[in-house]
């Protein structure tokens, strides 16, 4: 409702938000007027989140999601195995003083990130990053811009990537999308932008260990 929630966790879980447990669901809404509320952290100890979902569901209507006033490499949200994430609006952001960080991080298998909505932006890594295995991201309307790494990227295999609207920029000489590890890629619609520099900077890139990968 227009607050900032900040916190620090004393032992070695570093998450300001925690969602565990099968067939939970959280919403994150801010029904204040300038929707600028914000959930942050200062907690600087290993590998620190803003909002982990380990089992269960985020839906993220509106407000921000930031590592604002971290220090070292940090996730805004990461996404664990058969977790899901939908982002209707709002902002998920890493900031440049938090290392090479993540502002959405897909790591579990299975897990489901969908965004119909909302700003996702890193100012020195991946905004989003698909390290899963057989996870899929479906992206139908919204803004996903990174710097310093790809801006949305493909580790994990299988993963199914579905872009059907919004955009996607790399800001500076990174690739804006890259598929890979024998997963698929559709496009229907939206925009892909890379910033060429250095030989670098595709919009498209599916990498050579992504032989067997299915484009349309």
Not at 10 to 27: A, F, K
């Amino acid at each position: 409702n227009g607050f900032t929630l900040s916190g620090q966790e004393p032992s070695n879980v570093n998450d300001v938000i925690q969602i565990n447990g099968e067939g939970i669901t959280v919403t994150i809404q801010d029904s204040s007027a300038l929707k600028n509320g914000k959930i942050t952290s200062t907690d600087n100890g290993t590998s620190p989140c803003v909002v982990r979902v380990l089992q269960g569901a985020l839906i993220l209507e509106n407000g921000t999601i930031t590592t604002e006033g971290l220090t070292v490499a940090a996730q805004g949200v990461f996404v664990g195995a058969d977790a899901s994430f939908t982002m209707l609006g709002g902002k998920v952001e890493a900031t440049r003083g938090s290392g090479y960080s993540m502002a959405v991080n897909v790591r579990g298998n299975d897990a489901a990130f969908t965004m119909n909505g909302g700003e996702i932006s890193c100012a020195r890594g991946n905004a989003v990053s698909l390290g899963g295995n057989n996870t899929t991201f479906e992206m139908t309307h919204g803004e996903i811009t990174g710097e310093g790494r790809d801006a949305v990227t493909s580790s994990g295999q299988n993963v199914d990537m579905d872009i059907s609207g919004g955009s996607i920029t790399s800001a500076d000489g990174k690739n804006a999308l890259v598929s890979g590890q024998n997963g698929s890629l559709t496009i229907s619609g939206g925009t892909i932008t890379g910033n060429a520099k250095n030989n670098e900077g595709r919009a498209i890139y599916v990498s050579d260990s992504g032989e067997g990968s299915d484009v349309s």
